[in-house]
Structures are given as C-alpha cells and as structure tokens.
C-alpha cells in the first residue's frame, strides 16, 4: 500500500527557511501528483504546491508563490518543498499527499502522510 511520510519540520524564526521531505513508498507513481497543503489550529487544511510525477508541471498557491518551491527525485521516491522567507502565518501542520487524477489543487487526494509541524516564531 501506498505510504507517505513527511520530515524536516521544525522550529524557524521568521525570514527562515525549512526544507520538508516527503518519501513514497507502495505504488509506481508515474502518473501521480504529488502535492503538500497544510492546516493551521482552527482552519480549513489548504493547498500549498503540487507536481507532477512526471514530467514538470507545478502548481502553487499564491501564498507560496516566490517563496516556496516544490521539486521531486523519481530515483529516490522523493519529493520535496523548500520554503524560504518563512512567516508566522506559515506556521501550520505540513502533508505530503498523492493522488491519481484530479487537479492539484482540490483535495480529494488518494493517500496522505501523517503530516509534519512547522512553527515559526516572530
């Protein structure tokens, strides 16, 4: 079965940066999107960036755009976001999902990790 686990969360001051890693494991996921959304106490969890398995479409929501990036390693069933100039509004729960079709943007995702903390301080 299809497995997602997230790390490199963690505590960063404002302006900083984190890089999340998300390992795939159970499935080819040739034609999968991947994406990361997130949920801060009291709030709807919402999309953050997405990408293609193959090939190198990428998608973000205008509160990542310019700051966060979002890249993969097909060899290594990984996939990554790095985040830069990180803000306390980005201080939220971080998941790394995967699904089979649909757009990158909804989340009706087919699997979801467990999800890892990010708190930035101001």
């Known amino acids: 079965q299809v497995q997602l686990v997230e790390s490199g969360g963690g505590l960063v001051q404002t302006g900083g940066s984190l890089r999340l890693s998300c390992a795939a494991s159970?499935?080819?996921?040739?034609?999968?999107?991947m994406g990361w959304f997130r949920q801060a106490p009291g709030k709807e969890r919402e999309f953050v960036a997405g990408?293609?398995?193959?090939?190198?479409?990428?998608y973000f929501a205008d509160s990542a755009k310019g700051r966060f990036t979002i890249s993969k390693d097909t060899v290594k069933n990984m996939v990554y976001l790095q985040m830069n100039s990180l803000e306390p509004e980005d201080t939220a729960v971080y998941y790394c999902?995967?699904?089979?079709?649909?757009?990158?943007?909804?989340?009706?995702?087919?699997?979801w990790g467990q999800g890892t903390q990010v708190t930035v301080s101001s």
């Open positions: 159970g499935s080819t996921f040739t034609s999968y999107t």
């Open positions: 990408i293609k398995w193959t090939g190198s479409l990428r």
């Open positions: 999902a995967a699904k089979g079709k649909g757009s990158a943007w909804s989340g009706d995702y087919d699997y």
